[in-house]
């Protein structure tokens, strides 16, 4: 029997599986966010859990998690690394920089 590639092949799988651990922030609140980071943490069993964003969504991501820090601090999450960077793009002619926040918590 021909094996197809289907979205439910094993390559597919490690490849969502790495990437589950990644929360992005935006316009939804707060708690949904917070929610998803203990989500990862309580019941998928990762390891780490990187929240990044960028432009005015940053304050949102250190409230994050500062506030899934607090929550999960009997299960021994701390903040392990943050980066920052700036992204340079142009639009309408015109030059334009937009900062950008990985803030990875761990175990």
Same mark, same amino acid.
């Given at each position: ?15 969502? +599986?790495? &990437?589950?651990?990644?929360?992005? *922030?935006?316009? !939804? ?10 989500? =990862? ?27 899934? +820090?607090? &929550?999960?601090?009997?299960?021994? *999450?701390?903040? !392990? ?10 639009? =309408? ?15």
């Amino acid at each position: 029997m021909e094996e197809k590639n289907t979205p439910w092949s094993k390559k597919e799988n490690i490849d969502k +599986k790495e &990437s589950d651990n990644v929360i992005f *922030i935006g316009e !939804k609140p707060l708690v949904n966010y917070i929610r998803g980071v203990m989500t =990862q943490f309580n019941r998928h069993g990762a390891e780490e859990v990187i929240i990044k964003s960028r432009g005015k969504f940053i304050s949102k991501a250190v409230d994050v998690a500062e506030v899934s +820090k607090r &929550s999960l601090e009997k299960q021994g *999450i701390i903040i !392990k690394n943050i980066t920052t960077s700036s992204e340079s793009f142009e639009v =309408q002619g015109k030059q334009t920089n937009i900062s950008s926040m990985h803030i990875v918590l761990g175990r």
